[in-house]
């Protein structure tokens, strides 16, 4: 007889469970549980009372995909006693001699696809993928990281792969439903998914529950007559059987849209973690990604054109991820094998911002008439400039023209509060040609006013003049949050860039990355790029902007 292993749900996760809507979306802090205890589950159920069925899992990026879904989606499997290779296979047709059922569709390749023992199969579906839901008939969505999701695509592409023919599963009140998960957004673009807080039912809710509370009531008066060796009345089993009718006939109607904090897993969690997280995060993740709580961004700030959906991309090279074969521990190791908008023949140009508890570079490469922000790197405290160059260094080790354009204005010259006894500039170039890089030094001249600057950015966010400013959002992520909430002020000067919280201490509650400093160094980047391109021969232009 095999041993019955008992697993912990938290509330959230039991809640979610017992209300089974068609429709779910859970809104969760970090850490609730939202991959192993309530995507895992949901697949489970699937797959198992729908053997032979298709369903899709949709994740932003198929980087993301292997680094945070599938990982913990198989690890939650493990966990209730599926093992790969043996229940399932992932990225490869199971062989015939595992003797796996045939699903009804089957997949045309393989090759991001999980198939299990009974013939049901799971459809990885990254977005940065084209046309990975082309010709799909799916059966359940789940999709993960919702707040990083291109809805439009989704609209268009995913969701008519789950509807219409309602095939050998029309009976299941979960069929064509859809599991959505996400933390808090902090953007227009990444809250699509709450307006199902709309659409979902409060008296309906109430309603499952407490068809679910009566049919517990009804089954623990059956098994105390059981235990006490009395035959049940038999209208109990009729009764049981019209209430499951009737919840079955509610769910498939429902939709349950829930905010939960990570809070509510304090039990698992502890709660360092929570504090952990105050002292960490900047305040509007932690009210986001922990408390779940709707908080808005800066409307009006310095860079106030720009726009999530018109200058975020992403862009992974997923030919170098498939050749990973799976292995979850390689893609954790970052380098620029793993992205699509690097021209490794071509130099990197590069910003700094220098103080003495934080430093940062910000890389670019000029595409066209766009300026692509690759990646951005700080450091703090007792890691200085050369480790900053270090970290960029080993990050684009395998970049085949080892040459950066250095970018810098007056402020690198003659001074060295985040060095020894040499300037910054100095000391970045120092260090590049120690690390086997070559340098071409351009000075942009004195910082440029910020009424000046900040007009010239505009025009460039808004397509008007000058390179079309745009971010790899995946490796951007603290220098993107820091231009959405760099605010603005009026000095004596005029109107300026907010900086004055950049010389206070740090605190809990006020992170040094998430100020204004690499902000400054992308503007710089942004000023040369445009002002001071360079090797017109490898596509710079002479001058990107018209005066």
């Not at 592409?157 to 009976?171: I, V």
């Not at 849209?257 to 360092?272: C, D, F, H, P, Q």
């Not at 993740?285 to 709707?294: A, D, E, H, P």
């Not at 890691?383 to 990050?395: I, N, P, S």
Request: aromatic share 12%.
């Amino acid at each position: 007889m095999s041993e019955t292993k008992q697993i912990y749900f938290n509330p959230p996760q039991q809640e979610v469970m017992f209300t089974a809507a068609k429709t779910t979306v859970f809104v969760g802090g970090r850490r609730l549980g939202k991959t192993h205890g309530v995507a895992a589950p949901v697949l489970l159920r699937n797959f198992q009372r729908m053997p032979g069925s298709s369903q899709g899992i949709v994740v932003p990026s198929y980087r993301l995909g292997l680094q945070n879904t599938l990982p913990g989606t198989l690890t939650a499997l493990k966990t209730f006693g599926y093992k790969e290779n043996l229940h399932y296979y992932i990225g490869r047709k199971p062989p015939k001699s595992a003797g796996f059922a045939k699903p009804y569709i089957e997949p045309a390749e393989y090759e991001h696809v999980i198939s299990f023992y009974n013939g049901s199969v799971a459809y990885l579906i990254s977005q940065d993928r084209p046309g990975t839901s082309n010709s799909l008939t799916l059966d359940f969505l789940i999709i993960d990281e919702a707040k990083l999701i291109n809805f439009e695509k989704l609209k268009d592409e995913t969701f008519p792969a789950n509807g219409g023919y309602r095939g050998h599963f029309g009976d299941r009140f979960y069929h064509h439903g859809m599991l959505i998960m996400s933390d808090m957004p902090t953007t227009k673009k990444g809250s699509w998914f709450l307006r199902y807080e709309i659409e979902c039912d409060p008296e309906l809710i109430a309603c499952i529950h407490g068809i679910v509370y009566e049919i517990w009531r009804i089954k623990t008066n059956i098994n105390d007559s059981l235990q006490k060796g009395s035959n049940p009345p038999a209208y109990l089993k009729s009764r049981l059987k019209n209430l499951y009718k009737d919840l079955a006939e509610l769910r498939s109607v429902a939709v349950y849209y829930r905010e939960y904090s990570s809070i509510e897993n304090l039990l698992v969690i502890g709660e360092n973690y929570i504090r952990d997280m105050k002292r960490i995060l900047p305040p509007l993740i932690f009210q986001t990604s922990i408390l779940c709580r709707k908080d808005g961004i800066l409307k009006d700030g310095f860079y106030n054109n720009m726009r999530e959906s018109q200058h975020y991309y992403i862009a992974n090279d997923n030919s170098y991820l498939d050749s990973l074969e799976y292995r979850f521990d390689s893609t954790k190791e970052e380098c620029c094998l793993q992205d699509a908008d690097l021209d490794r023949d071509q130099p990197i140009c590069i910003a700094m911002d220098y103080n003495s508890n934080i430093n940062w570079i910000v890389a670019g490469q000029q595409h066209g008439r766009t300026m692509r922000t690759l990646k951005s790197f700080f450091v703090k405290y007792d890691r200085k400039l050369r480790e900053a160059v270090q970290d960029f260094c080993k990050y684009y080790r395998h970049q085949r023209t080892k040459t950066v354009v250095y970018y810098y204005d007056t402020t690198a010259l003659g001074s060295n509060y985040a060095v020894n006894d040499e300037d910054f500039k100095t000391v970045v170039c120092d260090e590049y040609e120690k690390q086997g890089w070559s340098v071409v030094p351009v000075s942009v001249g004195n910082p440029m006013k910020h009424m000046e600057k900040w007009l010239l950015i505009s025009r460039a966010f808004t397509g008007q003049s000058g390179l079309l400013p745009l971010f790899n959002e995946e490796n951007n992520e603290a220098l993107l949050l820091a231009m959405q909430q760099a605010g603005t002020r009026n000095g004596p000067e005029g109107f300026k860039k907010d900086k004055l919280g950049e010389k206070l201490a740090e605190t809990e509650e006020d992170k040094l990355e998430y100020r204004t400093d690499g902000t400054d160094a992308w503007d710089t980047l942004f000023i040369g790029m445009n002002r001071f391109p360079q090797f017109e021969s490898a596509g710079f232009v002479v001058s990107a902007f018209i005066d």
